[in-house]
């Protein structure tokens, strides 16, 4: 679109389920490398894929069939068996009707704060995420004063180097449940060797699709 002489904007517009997060890395990159080659009125072909989404989805059925499913499959059920909703306090007593309406509040971590969470992190071994994380699992608990918590997680679900370039939908969602010590201290909830990262890790297996 032209805005004004010499400034254009490009507008895409798409169904969020067409692709997911890190598809839009691979797009970016894919439009500056052809809008570089025009600029110099290079040839504009990019690479070819090695697979396509097809082929993922081939992978994906493949997966359905194997004993690794089976045994994942087993695991969740394991895992997640006798599962509760968390008692979490409202501010409004529940509606009769419900519309499922809501809003989504954004907000940002100041560089500084973000800056001394990191350097945190990296003192003790740990990633940004599980600190983020055993923070939000630490105020569930306060708020609800349950020790029992499922959070649920996105995660790329591209473990074969083949599947970084492509565009499409390959995320997944993981349970992540763990049972709080609340004698524990913070740092030794994240360390590295407590039993419930160690989970976290492993699970990344055991997807089920």
């Known amino acids: 679109m032209e805005v004004e002489k010499n400034h254009h904007e490009l507008i895409v517009v798409e169904h969020h389920f067409v692709h997911d997060g890190k598809s839009v890395t691979v797009l970016l990159n894919e439009i500056g490398s052809i809008y570089s080659r025009l600029l110099s009125n290079d040839v504009c072909d990019l690479p070819p894929l090695g697979i396509q989404m097809v082929d993922f989805a081939a992978w994906q059925q493949n997966y359905i069939k ?58 003790n071994k740990t990633s940004f995420f599980i ?13 609800s004063s349950e020790i029992d918590l499922t959070i649920g997680s996105s995660v790329a679900n591209r473990r074969m180097v083949e599947f970084g370039k492509l565009i499409g939908m390959c995320v997944n969602t993981i349970a992540l449940r763990t049972k709080l010590n609340t004698s524990a201290s913070f740092l030794e909830f994240m360390d590295p060797d407590h039993p419930n990262l160690k989970l976290l890790f492993r699970v990344y297996k055991f997807f089920v699709i």
């Not at 006798?82 to 419900?98: C, I, Q, V």
């Not at 309406?101 to 800056?115: F, H, K, M, R, V």
């Open 131 to 143: 600190v983020m994380l055993s923070a939000f699992k630490v105020f569930l608990n306060k708020y």
């Open 66 to 123: 194997s004993d690794l499913y089976t045994e994942g499959l087993a695991y969740w059920k394991k895992k997640l068996e006798d599962y509760r909703y968390l008692s979490f306090p409202n501010d409004f007593g529940e509606p009769s009707f419900k519309s499922y309406s809501g809003e989504c509040i954004d907000t940002a971590i100041p560089e500084n704060l973000y800056e001394k969470i990191l350097h945190f992190a990296r003192s």
